[in-house]
């Protein structure tokens, strides 16, 4: 990492506490329960293979959506079809009654996911509802649709582990990938452990709380490749949504193509923190254009970060950058002095939608 840190806070649970009554840092500590949680609910809604299948589709917004992307990500090259996320109203136009759709609304009265919902019936494809309740499950259990039920009680950001599980799951069922139900209880001891490193009780100057205070009063420009591509996306919207500010997010090699002569123009805008997201096994010319990327930019911004994913599988190195960043999106909140459980605009803007 380069860049001089912000002023040192202290990172403790009483300071955090104080900050964020509603314990969204409890939430984010909890993903490596979650983890394991998250299959036995799948295993709850007696799911069954489809034969047949041409491809998945998983219908979300926001962080309902994300553990589609996630799971495609996780699969990589082991997917034999094709699997795509459709954030918006419609079902992509390739879509046949041989796609499974995957509606994975947190709340149940997302009204894009409702939409494709409906849409995927009228197509007559083969349908799973991922939620809490709400108008998806009274709508999915009249139609017999299976729902798999979420646990309640969370920011729907929250929940990513149970999506990215759901989604692992459903792709196996439509023969998209091989399951990695193998994987999961690997994957959360894994996470323990970092839980442990990187939570509230480690080192001030580990590696989650170093971030946050070099994020602090700068705008976080993360970017990401391959593996790490969805999960840049993640930390984009986590930093948004806990620590409200803006940040924004590109993949490797397309932003050397364009993003990049950008950044000759970024000091006088404001401080700026480019921060990458790289993995073991991504394609060593993706890994020497982060390092090359960094270097050209480096003159530019406030700090640049290179960070890696921990562990041994595709899923634990994933799901390691996903705990980072979600806890470096909470740490940066508690600097800031906000809390980052309300995202009351969202809800203004969803008001007003309502309304008309």
């Known amino acids: 990492m380069t860049g001089d840190p912000a002023a040192p806070a202290p990172l403790q649970r009483e300071a955090i506490a104080a900050v964020d009554p509603a314990g969204m840092l409890d939430d984010v500590l909890d993903l490596p329960s979650h983890l394991r949680d998250a299959a036995w609910r799948v295993d709850s809604a007696r799911l069954e293979p489809v034969p047949g299948c041409d491809a998945l589709i998983v219908a979300g917004m926001g962080g309902s959506a994300i553990g589609g992307s996630l799971a495609q990500a996780v699969l990589g090259d082991a997917a034999v079809l094709p699997m795509a996320s459709a954030r918006g109203y419609e079902l992509p136009p390739w879509a046949t009654e041989h796609t499974m759709v995957l509606c994975a609304s947190y709340s149940g009265h997302t009204e894009e996911t409702l939409a494709v919902y409906e849409a995927a019936g009228v197509l007559g494809a083969p349908r799973i509802a991922a939620t809490t309740g709400g108008r ?68 001030e100057d580990g590696l989650a709380k170093s971030v946050a205070r070099q994020l602090h009063g700068r705008v976080p420009v993360m970017a990401g490749a391959q593996l790490t591509a969805p999960v840049a996306y993640r930390w984009k919207c986590q930093l948004n949504e806990n620590a ?20 000759e123009g970024a000091a006088a805008l404001g401080p700026h923190a480019a921060v990458f997201l790289d993995d073991c096994d991504l394609h060593p010319r993706l890994r020497r254009r982060i390092e090359l990327t960094r270097e050209l930019v480096e003159p530019h911004a406030a700090a640049t970060i290179v960070l890696e994913g921990r562990g041994e599988s595709r899923l634990e190195r994933l799901m390691s950058l996903v705990l980072l960043g979600d806890l470096v999106s909470v740490y940066l909140a508690v600097l800031q002095g906000i809390d980052p459980t309300p995202a009351d605009i969202i809800g203004r803007l969803k008001d007003a939608l309502a309304a008309e």
């Open 136 to 203: 998806l499950a009274e709508l999915a259990r009249a139609e017999g649709v299976p729902i798999v039920p979420l646990p309640g009680g969370f920011q729907p950001r929250a929940a990513v582990a149970y999506m990215t599980v759901v989604a692992l799951e459903a792709a196996a069922l439509a023969g998209v990938g091989p399951t990695v139900r193998c994987d999961l209880d690997v994957a959360g001891d894994h996470l323990s452990g970092l839980v442990t490193e990187w939570g509230p009780d480690g080192a």
């Open 244 to 263: 409200k500010v803006p940040a924004s997010a590109h993949e490797l090699p397309e932003l050397d193509h364009n993003e990049i002569a950008g950044w």
